[in-house]
């Protein structure tokens, strides 16, 4: 077991150890945030429905800015049609999310909705395969009133009256599409069939975001487009011993240039019942470029169908000195469930 763990970690570093940076908001707890991280994961969870919240800021009280990403996230997701029976479904959800930066307060707010259809490979539904779509509409703006400009400074003193840039327009609105796929699977690994605890499971997706490239500028003549970001990801879980699992996982992006985020949750139930549904996770994960950019501790706790997470990104980069090695603390919340007793239950991945 231990060297399969070994085995997943040295061949993701190797195939991705290369410089990073993404443009788009992210989340150290990216598998708290499921549309973010592909459309294809509308719908797919254990029972019915998930709803998910995300809060971050980083670098806040440093001597870079005061709080300058404050990021928020809300999305919620369920099936339709796998109810009774084991058959193909429909997933839906919508995200939306809220990015703030710096101190001109250049902000995004985004919509999206997501459809998927989930295909069952084999009959006991321990096997999917997912492909989603995601289209929405965002909203940017800036106020140039809080920005400052070479031309107010004379040499000597700091002019706000002087001369200012002066934008073709402050705010827009753009549209967006995505889309993706993701394979899952289970495997029993232990009699205690009524406990998915003892299943091991995997899955890896790909994702596009931005595949219509939007115009995200404020000059009229800037022909600038948004990259399209590519996101290849896995992970799963993996029982060790006992009420003890491990679960990995990665997230690989490409968006003009790239970023690496990996990490695992060490995992150990709480109770012996498969009732039970109380569990606390330890984990740590790290985001890479041609030199670590960032470490996230990170503690989790289940509770019935509700999940809390907290993490906090250690800035140990280039940029350390500027950020006072002040980093990002962030909070997710997932609740999820089923709508009535006759649901049935089906092997969705573990995220």
Not at 99 to 122: E, P, Q, R, W
Not at 189 to 213: E, I, M, P, W
Request: charged share 15%.
């Amino acid at each position: 077991m231990k060297i399969k763990v070994i085995v997943f970690y040295v061949v993701i570093l190797f195939l991705f150890n290369q410089q990073i940076k993404s443009q788009d908001i992210h989340f150290s707890q990216y598998n708290a945030s499921p549309l973010n991280l592909n459309p294809a994961l509308a719908g797919l969870n254990t029972c019915r429905y998930r709803l998910s919240g995300n809060v971050r800021m980083q670098y806040g009280n440093s001597s870079v800015s005061q709080f300058v990403y404050k990021t928020g996230n809300v999305a919620y997701d369920m099936s339709i049609g796998k109810a009774y029976k084991y058959k193909n479904f429909f997933g839906f959800g919508f995200n939306f999310y809220t990015d703030v930066s710096g101190d001109i307060n250049y902000a995004t707010h985004k919509l999206d909705l997501a459809f998927a259809y989930h295909i069952l490979l084999n009959k006991y539904a321990t096997s999917t395969l997912s492909i989603g779509i995601m289209g929405g509409l965002g909203y940017k703006s800036i106020d140039p009133l809080k920005a400052t400009f070479d031309d107010q400074f004379d040499g000597y003193n700091f002019n706000p009256g002087g001369r200012q840039e002066i934008l073709d327009r402050n705010n827009f609105i753009y549209g967006d599409i995505s889309a993706g796929a993701l394979w899952s699977m289970s495997r029993k690994v232990s009699r205690k069939t009524n406990d998915f605890n003892f299943y091991n499971n995997y899955y890896v997706g790909l994702a596009f975001y931005h595949l219509n490239q939007p115009r995200l500028v404020f000059y009229n003549d800037n022909p600038a487009r948004q990259y399209t970001k590519f996101v290849f990801h896995g992970g799963g879980q993996i029982l060790v011993k006992g009420k003890l699992s491990v679960m990995p996982s990665f997230m690989f992006l490409q968006q003009g240039t790239s970023e690496l985020n990996v990490g695992t949750y060490v995992r150990y139930k709480l109770g012996y019942l498969p009732v039970d549904k109380m569990a606390i996770y330890l984990g740590v994960f790290a985001r890479l470029n041609n030199q670590f950019d960032a470490i996230a501790p990170a503690i989790r706790f289940d509770y019935n169908k509700l999940q809390v997470g907290f993490s906090y990104d250690i800035n140990v980069s280039k940029f350390s000195p500027g950020s006072g090695s002040i980093g990002g603390p962030e909070v997710s919340i997932v609740y999820g469930g089923c709508f009535g007793k006759k649901t049935r239950v089906q092997f969705c991945p573990q995220l």
